[in-house]
């Protein structure tokens, strides 16, 4: 499998020495000073209500911005079925982002037609893979906006 998917046309095989529940707790441990640049591009830390525990489920994802709003991809790599992080935040839209070392309650919902094309285009110039991970599955790809709650700024140099 790895052979194939570096020899697709248009994919970059990304350094994962980095990856899981070490990423997020470099992440959190040093505020993103570790982790933030991933293979060059950003990621936040997204806390999530799991959707069968209740419990916190913390994700290091890559993100990319429309104006105040985050966006994610729940790609998954091009995966059959959904990251969990997409089902928890399907059954709780509530989360919590890290972005270095500042945090932001927010909503998350799913992009439907015509943002949705629109954001995966954005997503898809900082991190190309996207447009490959699109051909490896048979589900639609959910992109997420991620707003934050009213009352707190976002723009803070994140």
Same mark, same amino acid.
């Given at each position: 499998m790895t052979e194939r998917r570096a020899s697709e046309p248009g994919y970059k =095989?990304?350094?994962? @020495?980095?990856?899981?529940k070490e990423h997020v707790r470099k992440y959190l441990e040093t505020n993103g000073e570790i982790g933030y640049i991933w293979n060059g591009v950003p990621i936040l830390v997204m806390t999530t209500i799991g959707h069968k525990?209740? @419990?916190?489920?913390?994700?290091?994802?890559?993100?990319? $911005?429309?104006?105040? %709003? #985050?966006?994610?991809?729940? @790609? $998954?790599?091009?995966?059959?079925e959904h990251p969990k992080w997409y089902l928890n935040l399907s059954a709780h839209p509530r989360v919590q982002l890290q972005i +270095?070392? +500042?945090?932001?309650? =927010?909503?998350? $919902?799913?992009? /439907?037609?015509? /943002?949705? /094309?629109?954001?995966w =285009?954005? !997503?898809? +110039?900082?991190?190309? %893979? #996207?447009?490959? #991970?699109?051909?490896?599955? !048979? $589900?639609?790809?959910?992109?997420?906006?991620? /707003?934050?709650v009213r009352g707190q700024s976002s723009r803070d140099g994140v």
């Open positions: =095989a990304p350094d994962i @020495s980095l990856i899981g525990s209740g @419990s916190p489920r913390q994700h290091a994802i890559i993100f990319s $911005r429309d104006g105040d %709003n #985050y966006v994610v991809i729940a @790609s $998954r790599g091009g995966a059959p +270095k070392d +500042k945090k932001i309650d =927010a909503i998350a $919902r799913t992009a /439907e037609s015509p /943002e949705r /094309e629109r954001l =285009a954005n !997503a898809a +110039k900082e991190w190309p %893979n #996207y447009d490959v #991970y699109v051909t490896r599955t !048979a $589900r639609r790809i959910p992109v997420v906006v991620v /707003e934050p």
